[in-house]
């Protein structure tokens, strides 16, 4: 119990610590903290494995408790999101070292990553909720981080639009305390839930994660710094409304074939039109936005299939994705802190001046694109074969088709970037902390490919 308080807590008031110490500490701390706190998910998910039960409870009334609970869904979201955020952490010390108001954008970095770990952990519907909403707050300030009109018009979008899905999973919430009496997940395990509730907790979940037709704000959430967008995209915020729609209707509520049905053609929609959206844009970090979606729309297609193997592909999908979107992104970060452009087609020939880089994004976009034997290759592989064999030739198809995009615009994205004539001068990347971040993500996206038994063993051990 106190492992699984120290996991969720330790960052949450580490965010303060950050923000009263002197500004020269701020990137340090950040980073150790996130670092310690990934260790003790290490921890937990290991206590965890030895079939130990870990949760708290603390009921203040009969529709809301602290309720927090270790499973092996939460324990692998928890473990993912501090990975990723220490690394970005890492990557950020370089990036952010010359902005003067890095230190607020370390507070609410690990803010952020505290409330994704409390959100993950809560055994309570309002709980989660309330985590939710707090995750919304961090990423409204993050995406405005800046503070120009266009930066804080990006982030009130942003925040708006993730406002009105999450109004419409309050009033789902509420709905389910009438019809049960209870918002404990526990006790509403099994529940028949309604496709009116359903549909509304759906609304929320595509919101946060950017699902059609409430996409549009990512995208232009690139106007935030690098670290945050790679935030944004890899390890915390979008993951939240997958997370969620894991949590409520593949572990807790029984839906109706009507409402998968429905959530497999937002996932069909969804990879198709935000890959042909990849293909046509030039922008590096929107390029990027769109990708994510579409690799969302896969997520959602297995979690929609419902089946035990297809959960469990999820899991390593998301795996994958967190790793090698959040390389694609810091690369783009790189490029952009070295070149001063976002815009591919002014950019060109930096494969000579920053070689690392270059190799670096081609080992993530491999994994997202999923060319054997990278880790991507395999969940993609079994979504495609999953969704023929249920059944679904249309969904089967979407899927196979975007990967053919995700093929195109990636590798559009790196002839405009890395082939060709130089058009801007670049500073050789040698040497640079930031490339060794994402070497490191590109190498862990191979090295997880080729023992694709390690995820998928740890997968199989965390969820029975």
């Not at 519907?125 to 939710?132: G, I, M, Q, R, T």
């Not at 690369?331 to 190799?359: F, Q, R, V, W």
């Amino acid at each position: 119990m106190k492992l699984l308080l120290t996991v969720i807590f330790f960052p949450i008031l580490g965010s303060i610590l950050v923000y009263i110490l002197p500004k020269r500490y701020k990137a340090a701390a950040s980073a150790l903290i996130l670092g310690i706190a990934f260790l003790f998910s290490l921890l937990l998910t290991a206590v965890f494995l030895k079939g130990k039960e870990i949760l708290f409870s603390s009921h203040l009334n009969s529709w809301l408790s602290i309720s927090f609970t270790a499973d092996g869904l939460a324990v692998f979201m928890a473990s993912l999101s501090l990975l990723v955020g220490f690394l970005i952490a890492l990557y950020s010390i370089e990036y952010m070292r010359d902005y003067e108001e890095g230190g607020a954008f370390y507070f609410w970095m690990v803010l952020f990553l505290g409330s994704m770990t409390g959100l993950v952990f809560s055994a309570n519907l309002l709980l989660l909720f309330c985590f939710w909403e707090i995750t919304s707050v961090c990423s409204w300030r993050l995406i405005g981080f800046y503070r120009g009109e266009k930066d804080l018009k990006a982030a009130d979008k942003a925040f708006l639009v993730t406002f009105f899905g999450a109004s419409l999973f309050l009033i789902a919430i509420v709905l389910v305390y009438l019809n049960y009496g209870a918002l404990e997940l526990s006790v509403l395990k099994g529940v028949s839930l309604a496709n009116l509730v359903a549909f509304l907790f759906l609304a929320g979940i595509i919101s946060k994660s950017a699902q059609l037709p409430l996409q549009s704000w990512l995208p232009d959430a690139g106007v935030a710094p690098t670290p945050v967008t790679a935030l944004l995209h890899a390890a915390v915020l979008v993951k939240i409304g997958i997370y969620a729609f894991a949590r409520l209707f593949n572990l807790t509520f029984v839906s109706s074939p009507l409402f998968l049905n429905s959530a497999i053609l937002v996932s069909v929609i969804t990879i198709i039109v935000a890959a042909g959206s990849a293909l046509v844009e030039k922008n590096m970090k929107r390029i990027l936005a769109y990708s994510t979606i579409s690799q969302l729309g896969y997520i959602l297609l297995a979690l929609a299939l419902n089946t035990g193997i297809s959960f469990k592909i999820a899991l390593v999908y998301i795996l994958a994705h967190s790793l090698a979107k959040a390389g694609l992104f810091l690369c783009a970060g790189i490029i952009e802190h070295k070149t001063g452009s976002k815009n591919i087609n002014e950019l060109g020939g930096l494969l000579k001046t920053m070689p690392y880089t270059a190799t670096a994004y081609l080992l993530c976009a491999f994994s997202i694109i999923g060319i054997p034997p990278f880790l991507g290759f395999w969940p993609k592989l079994m979504v495609v074969l999953l969704s023929f064999k249920a059944g679904y030739l249309l969904a089967g198809t979407a899927a196979v088709i975007g990967a053919l995009l995700t093929l195109f615009y990636l590798m559009r994205l790196f002839e405009g970037v890395f082939l060709g004539e130089a058009k801007i001068q670049a500073r050789e990347d040698a040497g640079s902390f930031m490339v060794a971040v994402v070497l490191i993500l590109g190498v862990l996206s191979l090295f997880l490919g080729l023992l694709v038994k390690l995820p998928l063993n740890l997968v199989n051990s965390l969820i029975k």
